[in-house]
């Protein structure tokens, strides 16, 4: 079943608190990175993006964080609602590609009431 | 909201058999790629195709697989003899400018 595999780290957040899920990221000359959300049995869904000349980008409840310095890549998301429970995924893309994408292995994200 | 496509949902082919997947990207967009996940792990990038022919590939796409663009719409992804280890979700993605939007996911089962 579904269980299979590796075991994805998990935060457990309760309803209206807010979420800060981290990504540490490989490549020091990745230049574009996006946040994926991917529910049970879906394609991963765009969140939010940020390019490399920026440390902070703000969307709707959401907001991502990068530093550049230690690599590290963060997705807030405030007032979490039920309907973000899901697996999010950090991907990056190096300057010298225009599409290879290099995925993390996820934060599972479990929302409680 | 356009939306990346993609059929059959499920495909359950034996060990050996050739498989066609098959994704209707965005119409406007001018990039295509296919990911594969397997059960539990992470998205991996399989190929990306651009202008009718492969812009990049990871070492996961070997000779078994090719894609094509064989009309205006679709985009496919074939594996001429499957192994057991191909069993995955294949996700299809395209884009015009970075930000990648994807399908739904083919999941394949090789027995």
């Known amino acids: 079943g579904e269980s299979v595999g590796l075991h994805l780290p998990t935060l457990s957040v309760q309803e209206g608190d807010n979420s800060i899920i981290n990504c540490a990221y490989s490549n020091s000359a990745s230049d574009y990175f996006i946040w994926y959300k991917q529910e049970s049995g879906k394609g991963p869904q765009f969140i939010i993006d940020?390019?490399?000349?920026?440390d902070k980008r703000q969307g709707q409840r959401v907001t991502v964080l990068l530093n550049k310095t230690v690599k590290h890549l963060s997705l807030q998301i405030a007032a979490t609602q039920p309907g973000d429970s899901a697996v999010y995924f950090c991907a990056e893309k190096g300057a010298d590609s225009w599409g290879k994408f290099q995925f993390g292995a996820g934060t599972q994200v479990v929302v409680t009431p | 909201e356009p939306e990346v496509t993609q059929t059959p949902s499920h495909q359950v082919t034996q060990m050996g058999q050739e498989v066609i997947l098959r994704c209707v990207p965005i119409s406007n967009h001018l990039y295509f790629y296919w990911y594969r996940q397997i059960l539990g792990q992470k998205v991996e990038f399989l190929v990306s195709?651009?202008?009718?022919?492969?812009?990049?590939k990871s070492e996961i796409f070997d000779d078994q697989f090719s894609v094509e663009r064989p009309d205006g719409s679709n985009f496919t992804l074939k594996i001429r003899s499957t192994k057991l280890e191909d069993s995955a979700m294949y996700f299809c993605?395209?884009?015009?400018?970075?930000?990648?939007?994807f399908g739904p996911g083919t999941r394949l089962l090789v027995l």
């Open positions: 940020i390019r490399s000349n920026m």
């Open positions: 195709f651009y202008n009718n022919e492969i812009s990049e």
């Open positions: 993605a395209s884009n015009r400018e970075e930000t990648q939007y």
